[in-house]
């Protein structure tokens, strides 16, 4: 009785013990010291359509006045960019809500990086950024963190693929 009552005080400890040493497999977004937003890109550029849902926190601000501005792209270099996607007039990036954007760009392969840029003061937290196109499969990039202002921050999922470092240039 005693063996067992050991075997399960250890079964626990061991179980407790892996539970606060495991880590998130959800990637954390990152800051990039520079990204070469490409505004020189004619190849394609407006010929395919993407929907970008961006959520805000419910840990967020009620809402915000700070500047945001997005750009993401795939593994070749394509890169779709779209400055100032905020409007305080319109309501937008408020708390707990989901704001929808119709974005013209050169058309993608599978997207790979996502990066936001904010300015401003308020705080803003984006939940997570889904991007929809054509051709592509849809994408999730989860945020649920205070960003930090004036600088790209987001991720980079490219690596390893074929022209992976031409959309960081």
């Not at 009785?1 to 954390?28: E, G, N, V």
């Not at 100032?84 to 954007?101: G, K, N, V």
């Not at 050169?106 to 803003?124: A, F, K, N, V």
Request: net charge positive.
């Amino acid at each position: 009785m005693k063996t067992m009552r050991a075997l399960f005080f250890l079964l626990i400890f061991t179980l407790i013990a892996s539970i606060a040493q495991s880590r998130s497999i959800l990637p954390r977004p990152q800051p990039i010291s520079s990204l070469k937003i490409n505004t020189t890109q004619t190849q394609n550029a407006g010929t395919c359509s993407f929907t970008v849902s961006i959520r805000t926190s419910c840990s967020s601000t009620r809402y915000t006045r700070d500047r945001i501005s997005l750009s993401f792209g795939d593994a070749y270099g394509n890169q779709v960019y779209a400055p100032r996607l905020d409007d305080p007039h319109s309501r937008t990036f408020e708390r707990c809500s989901t704001d929808t954007f119709q974005i013209n760009g050169p058309c993608t392969y599978q997207i790979c990086y996502l990066y936001l840029y904010r300015s401003g003061y308020d705080g803003w937290i984006p939940y997570d950024v889904t991007v929809y196109g054509y051709n592509t499969q849809a994408v999730t990039f989860y945020y649920n963190v205070k960003m930090p202002r004036n600088i790209w921050y987001g991720f980079n999922n490219c690596y390893g693929r074929r022209g992976a470092s031409l959309a960081m240039k």
